[in-house]
T-cell receptor
Framework: KAGVTQTPRYLIKTRGQQVTLSCSPI?????VSWYQQTPGQGLQFLFE???????NKGNFPGRFSGRQFSNSRSEMNVSTLELGDSALYLC??????????????FGPGTRLTVL | GDSVTQMEGPVTLSEEAFLTINCTYT??????LFWYVQYPGEGLQLLLK?????DKGSNKGFEATYRKETTSFHLEKGSVQVSDSAVYFC??????????FGTGTRLTVIP
């Protein structure tokens, strides 16, 4: 079974631009979560989507948004990029929602650099 | 709020040494606990998990026991290898697929 895939793997943008990252979950998984990883803040939860609906959101500004399609693929968008948005963005998928015992499977991440 | 406190790194060990990485948590209720590992340039991989008190998770020679009385989930391995060099993250979940991560501990194993 193929793992979680994320595209692109690397991205360079300039301040003020916007960016869209894509995530394809493991086949059969319906929940997709996004995390931001930075050296200073570590791993922080952005949001989770299940059945095309955002079910849970972390403490990030409204510039960060996402969506999920009917095939469970997800995209996240960051508008008006700031230097501090430079990070590794990780996508994780799991079979179901609201199960604390369920394992999340992570993709390799998209490395975003904002200049 | 819910949080995870992890042993500060980096940790450097010789091959075949014993490894312990401490992890304690703060949470109401009964969270599930996880250890994830991140190899250079890669995403996170689940190493092991435990879903209730006194459960022991194990994988690839690594073990951790869910201790509710001490709110701990320490990671141990009896004999580390060079290939174990990575960053290790302790995490907890209370559902809604929202993981709270520790800051990570970088392990370097030297031959």
């Amino acid at each position: 079974k193929a793992g979680v895939t994320q595209t692109p793997r690397y991205l360079i943008k300039t301040r003020g631009q916007q960016v869209t990252l894509s995530c394809s979950p493991i086949s059969g998984h319906r929940s997709v979560s996004w995390y931001q990883q930075t050296p200073g803040q570590g791993l922080q939860f952005l949001f989770e989507y299940f059945s095309e609906t955002q079910r849970n959101k972390g403490n990030f500004p409204g510039r960060f948004s996402g969506r999920q399609f009917s095939n469970s693929r997800s995209e996240m968008n960051v508008s008006t990029l700031e230097l501090g948005d430079s990070a590794l963005y990780l996508c994780a998928s799991s079979f179901q929602f609201l199960s604390q015992a369920d394992t999340q499977y992570f993709g390799p991440g998209t490395r975003l650099t904002v200049l | 709020g819910d949080s995870v406190t992890q042993m500060e790194g980096p940790v450097t060990l010789s091959e075949e040494a014993f490894l312990t990485i401490n992890c304690t948590y703060t949470a109401t209720g009964y969270p599930s606990l996880f250890w994830y590992v991140q190899y250079p340039g890669e995403g996170l991989q689940l190493l092991l998990k435990a879903t209730k008190a006194d459960d022991k998770g194990s994988n690839k020679g690594f073990e951790a026991t869910y201790r509710k009385e001490t709110t701990s989930f320490h990671l141990e391995k009896g004999s580390v290898q060079v290939s174990d060099s990575a960053v290790y993250f302790c995490a907890l979940s209370k559902g809604a697929n929202n993981l709270f991560f520790g800051t990570g501990t970088r392990l370097t194993v030297i031959p």
